[in-house]
């Protein structure tokens, strides 16, 4: 079984003017394998995703999961989204359960016990969303997708919104719930030390119109660590790579104010390429 990204172009239309997101993308993504999306603002990496889970229509190709076309969302396909989007009247709990509604509620307690769990979340069960950190609002919508049993688990920059100690500790959790699990996760971010740390492969894509630059093999062992100095050549490698790009993205933005030590400065020491785009 197999993630099959087939010629996927997507265009939008902005006061009838075209802008083109996506440009022939075209991918396979292996049972069990951790596969990060990773490249700067307006790259489509967020489109791809959507229309991955079936909730954006691609203009032109096909994804396939499993030798069946994807026509829309789908059990099959589990997301989590940068915000936890969880039901603030509902305990954790009630949270991951709502996910298994049509199930009997003793199964559907379990299950959602079982997965909270995994997520080191079982004494918080009756906390409620505005009593939880914001990793722990996240582990809880990381719980209530794989409660589902999804055959793909589809990321979009879930830790993007968190605090550098938080977010450290969470690729923790995830890399122990992708090895418990052996689910295939495509993972949207814009941070080049996140990827290198979770991913077996990193998708580097280039921008406006979005495209696929080169592929990354990360066959380190894990965990991994930044010190690592194969982790840190590899970083140098992808942001050599993607220098070109990112810097096409400041220039549109800056406009005449644009130098190179600016654009030096924006990239940052923690290689998140979003943070000043």
Known sequence: MAL???GVSKTFYKQDQPFQALDNI????????????LGPSGCGKST??????????????EVVLDGKKVE???????VVFQEPALMPWLNVLEN????????PKEEQKKIALEHLKLVHLSKFIHSYPHELSGGMRQRVAIARALAMN?????????????????????????TYIWMHTKK?????????????????????MGTRPGRIIKEFEVNLPRPRQGTDPQVAELEEQIMELLGVEIEKVIREEMGDDYNSQKAALLYGTHRDMGSHI
Not at 48 to 61: M, R, S, V
Not at 72 to 78: D, K, W
Not at 96 to 103: D, I, P
Request: proline share 4%.
């Open 48 to 61: 791809l995703l959507n229309i991955i889970a079936g909730l954006e229509q691609a203009t032109a190709g």
């Open 26 to 37: 075209n991918l396979i993504v292996k049972t069990g394998q951790f596969v990060s999306l």
């Open 96 to 103: 991951v359960m709502f996910a298994l509604k049509g199930r």
């Open 72 to 78: 829309g969302p789908g059990p099959e396909r589990g």
């Open 150 to 174: 999804p055959q793909v688990l589809l990321m979009d920059e879930p830790f993007g919104a968190l605090d550098e100690q938080t977010r450290m500790m969470l690729h923790r959790e995830l």
């Open 4 to 6: 099959q990204i087939k």
């Open 184 to 204: 295939t996760i495509v993972f949207v971010t814009h941070n080049i030390r996140e990827a290198v740390q979770l991913s077996d492969r990193i998708v580097l």
